[in-house]
């Protein structure tokens, strides 16, 4: 009998991959390749929608080539799932499938005045949270969407003509490799728009007509774990007719594949940002603590099921920074390196906040500080309280999740690039007090992409029969907190007054 593969295309902010699994979650091919970022402007990220299909395409193939030598047919690939970067905002033809504008990224600014004149005509940031579960910001593709409009002619355009189409980064794939016959989204990204109603899953109306955003562009929403169509791209006809059966946001597919399928259950995935969901189950919990209320997924026909979530949008794009703006290190295993060689940060704090911080401060008029540099400061401290940043980041999550759940967490399930270093996990839990599970499968985001689409093909029973094999397939590096109360309290007292200091630098 053949073996049955799934494949998950998992999208990113800064590369495009392709990972192949078999039926005991081995990975057997993998392909991974990086895209341009354009920033025209300070604030502004935009991409290629049409490189990063190009991308994706190469990567398939590569892994289609990777089977081959191993004797393993295509055909042995019985669905695709697809995860991506959430809220990057792709507009395009409904005619020719061209885009109209480059993707604006997720934390692209050029919309922050736009935000900031809805939240004075409304009196508060929070006006919408009853309806979407989400504030009024720059990262949301709502409020991108509106901006387009607002300020590209061709985009306003061919909206008023009725010939736009919209999609966050998911739903571009799924037209393309549907050969343009298909426009849909799953639960969890549309619960990414600020357009959403989360309560109905479906497009509000209100809120569309708050943005001036009209619900023709908008995509199909469906659940996270369905046949949404077969593949019928002309440039990968090794696959075509193998269904696309499940969507979901990256940080979704995470807790997914982290098998975060109880109330209660937490993780966090270090990529360009780090963002941290604590899963709710069927209930949801409006947040008094700034964070984001969200769906985790809807398997099929089965409850929809939710999270509170609180994004940090910077963390490995500060290591990024380092390598590529600042030139002190080539690679982020030598900001390990030099981290490693001083014990602490000699009193420096660094405040990634490139473009505001997000929950639970919600500041966008915050921008980046590194605090309590003296003449004892060298690139080495630089280099480990770039480390501590994303952990301090993390802390403030996690601890408002607590306030809002009413719960004490226990351990802490990571994954991403960042999770690869094992100095920036160990100070991660001295700066939380609890436990971090490394598992050494790290592509969760990936696997868990596959599972909702497998899972739609019935290669998998449910979520037991999922966890079982995920349990059977992974071990666990396991990070203990090796410092006092009393150090964590002095440390995080002193990153609240840099934190401070970061506000009020744009007007």
């Known amino acids: 009998m053949q073996t049955q593969l799934i494949g998950a295309i998992d999208q990113g902010t800064t590369s495009s991959r392709f990972i192949v699994f078999d039926q005991t979650l081995n990975i057997v091919a993998k392909s991974q390749r990086e895209f341009t970022q354009y920033r025209p402007q300070p604030g502004w990220t935009e991409q290629s929608p049409r490189e990063i299909m190009s991308c994706v395409r190469k990567c398939v193939r590569d892994c289609l080539g990777q089977l081959k030598t191993k004797g393993i047919s295509s055909g042995s690939i019985s669905a695709i799932g697809i995860t991506n970067q959430r809220e990057t905002t792709v507009m395009w033809d409904r005619r020719t499938g061209i885009p109209l504008h480059p993707a604006l990224v997720w934390h692209d600014t050029r919309n922050t005045n736009l935000c900031n004149d809805l939240i004075k005509m409304h009196g508060s940031a929070d006006v919408f949270r009853s309806i979407t579960g989400l504030p009024i910001s720059s ?109 979901l946001g990256d940080q979704q597919a995470a807790l997914v594949g982290h098998c975060c399928f109880e109330p209660g259950e937490v993780k966090n995935t270090y990529g360009t940002g780090a963002f941290i969901l604590f899963q709710t189950g069927k209930k949801m919990i409006q947040s008094k603590h700034g964070l984001l209320t969200t769906v985790a997924y809807q398997l099929g026909k089965e409850e929809c099921k939710y999270a509170l979530e609180g994004s940090v949008p910077v963390a490995g794009s500060a290591v990024q920074w380092f390598r590529d703006n600042l030139n002190i290190v080539e690679t982020p295993q030598e900001l390990d390196q030099m981290a490693l060689k001083v014990k602490d940060t000699g009193d420096v704090y660094f405040v990634p906040a490139f473009s505001g911080l997000f929950a639970p401060r919600w ?36 601890k408002a999740m607590q306030q809002d759940a009413g719960v004490t967490l226990r351990k802490l399930k990571v994954d991403g690039g960042m999770s690869n270093s094992d100095i920036g996990m160990q100070i991660q839990s001295d700066l939380i007090g609890i436990d971090i599970w490394r598992p050494n499968m790290i592509e969760n985001t990936a696997l868990g992409a596959a599972f909702a689409a497998g899972r739609a093909i019935g290669l998998f029973k449910d979520t037991k029969d999922f966890t079982e094999k995920v349990r059977n397939a992974t071990n666990f590096d396991v990070f203990s907190s090796q410092i006092s109360k009393r150090e964590r309290e002095q440390r995080i007292r002193k990153w609240n007054k840099a934190v401070i200091r970061s506000f009020g630098w744009i007007d």
């Open 139 to 247: 990262y949301f593709s709502g409020t991108k969407i509106k901006w387009l409009i607002d300020n590209v002619p061709s985009v306003g355009d061919s909206v008023r003509q009725k010939n736009a189409m919209f999609g966050n980064i998911d739903t571009w794939l799924l037209y393309n490799l549907s050969g343009k016959k298909r426009h849909a989204t799953d639960v969890s990204n549309a619960s990414r728009t600020l357009l959403m109603d989360i309560k109905k899953r479906q497009w509000s109306e209100d809120m569309c007509k708050s943005l001036n955003v009209p619900i023709d562009i908008m995509p199909e929403i469906c659940s996270s774990s369905e046949i949404y169509s077969v593949i019928e791209d002309e440039e990968l006809p090794e696959l075509k007719g193998v269904p696309i059966s499940g969507i």
């Open 363 to 398: 500041r966008q008029d915050a921008r980046g500080v590194f605090c309590g540099l003296t003449t004892y400061t060298n690139k080495y401290h630089l280099a480990r309280a770039c480390l501590e940043s994303v952990c301090f980041q993390t802390h403030e999550v996690l």
